[in-house]
Each structure stands twice: as structure tokens, then as C-alpha cells.
């Protein structure tokens, strides 16, 4: 069987494992979710991420998440912004910010997916995938 939203799964995978403090999330394998993972290593939000071969035909994605010393999940909130209903899209020009700035949108360009501010420095706009802080 299908899954409709493969990216609201991975979110809700980590807003659940994160919140029940597990040191690391399993999903099914996707291009879009491990470079949607690496952006949100690359903004501090997630700790690394692994391609686990599950058999000779299927891959498993390891996110692993990131604590502070108190261990309390870095990530306080994750949410789906453009969803297969409902489709978002932004220029460069006229990209939301999140919390004031202390988060971050994830979106999918032409230039591959990227953060809010690399895409606007970039000078790209495209669909809003997800919004982190």
C-alpha cells in the first residue's frame, strides 16, 4: 500500500520520537526525506542521518535526534506547511519568517531543497515543504 504524504511521516516521525526522548527514528527511504533530513542537520535542528540497508530491496532512513544537556529535544515544533491538498508556493521576495527568525522553512527549488535563506540568497523561490523551530 501507498502512502499519500511521505514527508508528513518522516515530520510526524520525528515530532513523536522526540518527544517520547528515543535516540533515533526509523523511516522508509526516500531521496526527498534524506535531503530533507540534511538540511535539518545542516541547521542544528537533527543530530545525523543514516541509509540502513534493510534487505537487498529496501532501504530505511536513521534520523538521529538532537538533545540539549538538560535533554530536551532541540526541535520545539515541526510543521507540514504545503500538503498534497494544498499546495504552497513562495518567490524570493516574499519568504515568511518563522518565530522572528529563530526558525527556519525548509522548501523544494529548482536549486534542490533548501533552507529560507539559502534559497533567498540564491535568489529562488518554490514550494514551502516545512516550517522548524
Known amino acids: 500500500m501507498s502512502m499519500t504524504d511521505p514527508i508528513a511521516d518522516l515530520l510526524t516521525r520525528i515530532r513523536n520520537g522526540s518527544g517520547a526522548r528515543k535516540e533515533y527514528i526509523e ?25 540502513v540497508d ?17 535533554h530536551q529535544p532541540v526541535i520545539q515544533g515541526i510543521r507540514r506547511v504545503s500538503r ?17 527568525g529563530l526558525g527556519v522553512n525548509i522548501l523544494s527549488t529548482p536549486a534542490g531543497i533548501l533552507p529560507d535563506r539559502e534559497a533567498a540568497r540564491k535568489n529562488v523561490g518554490g514550494e514551502l515543504l516545512c516550517s522548524v523551530w
Open 27 to 51: 523511516c522508509p527511504y526516500s531521496r526527498v526525506k534524506e535531503q530533507l533530513a540534511k538540511v535539518m542537520v545542516a541547521e542544528g535542528f537533527l543530530k545525523d542521518i543514516n541509509v
Open 84 to 100: 498534497p491538498s494544498h499546495r504552497v508556493y513562495v518567490g524570493a521576495k516574499s519568504m515568511p519568517s518563522v518565530r522572528g
Open 54 to 70: 534493510v534487505d537487498s530491496s529496501k532501504k530505511s532512513l536513521r534520523v538521529w535526534i538532537r538533545y540539549d544537556r538538560r
